[in-house]
């Protein structure tokens, strides 16, 4: 007789064993939301003038949590859990940054509006902002070293609010590198990008990512030119300088936020994007920086 596994008990062995990863870039990825956001506010913030905390985090970190909530509790993204997750997180707590055409669209899903009829007519096409890829890298955690499967899951993801291909490129390409960034000894640099390209449908954002693998390394105001910085809020304009930003920094996570940072722009996304991917790459995130970020909640916080 053929032994009977149970595969709720399967699912959170696999889940347990990807929980360590995938919470480490929820961590990068808040830290990052949170200090980015300061400059949104103190335009003479640097290495010196670091603000007291709490550091509040934004609607990048809120979304994130329903994102690894629905990873732990499925061990995939289960789309309509997912649109559920984040209507009722949205209900809970509306006052995270969240811009106009989120908001509306998450009204609508708590109201029961299905997200296959909502995502699409937020924006002729849907949506191809950056929100899809600001809550990606905890993805790229949760399949670690499986660049494709997180690339896919992302879109998946993504396709919840962002019914328009860059939308959920710029998704796949983070997770893909959040994916590469947790293997042993990954590349750096131009060979950090050329690996997440494959993984990334064709768009402009691809597009973009092929002339970041070009760029010199250290001049962010080249690259704010060639990339963007997220002013636009689209994915085409932010993930190409995240990817960038991180494939130079991926060993440090400090110098990888302060050189996102310089760039301006929507800087708690750009912040939480490079983040939640450097921190599954670097030794550690600064202490000093976790102690004054919001605590997340409970069940979202590592051990």
Same mark, same amino acid.
């Given at each position: 007789?053929?032994?009977?596994?149970?595969?709720?008990?399967?699912?959170?062995?696999?889940?347990?064993?990807?929980?360590?990863?995938?919470?480490?870039?929820? @961590?990068?990825?808040?830290?990052?939301?949170?200090?980015?956001?300061?400059?949104?506010?103190?335009?003479?913030?640097?290495?010196?003038?670091?603000? /007291?905390?709490?550091?509040?985090?934004?609607?990048?970190?809120?979304?994130?949590?329903?994102?690894? @909530?629905?990873?732990?509790?499925?061990?995939?993204?289960?789309?309509?859990?997912?649109?559920?997750?984040?209507?009722?997180?949205?209900?809970?707590?509306?006052?995270?940054?969240?811009?106009?055409?989120?908001?509306?669209?998450?009204?609508?899903?708590?109201?029961?509006?299905?997200?296959?009829?909502?995502?699409?007519?937020?924006?002729?096409?849907?949506?191809?902002?950056?929100?899809?890829?600001?809550?990606?890298?905890?993805?790229?955690?949760?399949?670690?070293?499986? /660049?494709?499967?997180?690339?896919?899951?992302?879109?998946?993801?993504?396709?919840?609010?962002?019914?328009?291909?860059?939308?959920?490129?710029?998704?796949?390409?983070?997770?893909?590198?959040?994916?590469?960034?947790?293997?042993?000894?990954?590349?750096?640099?131009?060979?950090?990008?050329?690996?997440?390209?494959?993984?990334?449908?064709?768009?402009?954002?691809?597009?973009?990512?092929?002339?970041?693998?070009?760029?010199?390394?250290?001049?962010?105001?080249?690259?704010?030119?060639?990339?963007?910085?997220?002013?636009?809020?689209?994915?085409?304009?932010?993930?190409?300088?995240?990817?960038?930003?991180?494939?130079?920094?991926?060993?440090?996570?400090?110098?990888?936020?302060?050189?996102?940072?310089?760039?301006?722009?929507?800087?708690?996304?750009?912040?939480?994007?490079?983040?939640?991917?450097?921190?599954?790459?670097?030794?550690?995130?600064?202490?000093?920086?976790?102690?004054?970020?919001? /605590?997340? /909640?409970?069940?979202?916080?590592?051990?």
């Amino acid at each position: 007789m053929p032994i009977q596994t149970n595969p709720t008990a399967d699912l959170r062995r696999a889940v347990s064993c990807r929980s360590n990863q995938t919470l480490r870039s929820l @961590e990068g990825l808040s830290i990052g939301d949170a200090f980015g956001e300061l400059f949104f506010w103190n335009t003479a913030t640097d290495s010196t003038q670091l603000p /007291p905390g709490p550091w509040p985090w934004t609607d990048d970190t809120h979304m994130a949590l329903s994102v690894v @909530e629905v990873l732990f509790e499925h061990g995939c993204i289960e789309q309509d859990a997912l649109a559920r997750a984040f209507a009722e997180r949205f209900k809970q707590d509306p006052h995270r940054g969240y811009a106009a055409g989120a908001a509306a669209l998450l009204v609508r899903l708590e109201e029961g509006e299905d997200w296959r009829d909502a995502a699409p007519a937020l924006f002729v096409g849907g949506s191809y902002g950056n929100g899809g890829a600001m809550r990606a890298a905890p993805i790229g955690g949760f399949f670690a070293g499986e /660049p494709e499967a997180a690339a896919l899951q992302a879109m998946a993801a993504a396709a919840v609010t962002h019914a328009h291909i860059e939308g959920q490129a710029g998704a796949a390409a983070v997770a893909a590198g959040a994916a590469i960034a947790a293997s042993p000894d990954p590349p750096v640099g131009a060979e950090f990008i050329d690996a997440c390209l494959p993984f990334v449908p064709q768009s402009l954002t691809l597009e973009t990512l092929r002339r970041a693998a070009r760029l010199p390394s250290t001049d962010i105001e080249a690259a704010v030119h060639n990339l963007g910085n997220g002013q636009r809020v689209s994915a085409q304009d932010t993930v190409p300088y995240c990817i960038w930003c991180a494939a130079h920094h991926l060993d440090d996570y400090k110098a990888a936020l302060w050189a996102t940072s310089a760039g301006r722009g929507d800087c708690d996304t750009t912040c939480a994007i490079v983040g939640g991917i450097v921190a599954l790459a670097a030794d550690h995130v600064p202490a000093a920086w976790l102690l004054k970020r919001e /605590p997340l /909640p409970a069940a979202f916080q590592r051990s």
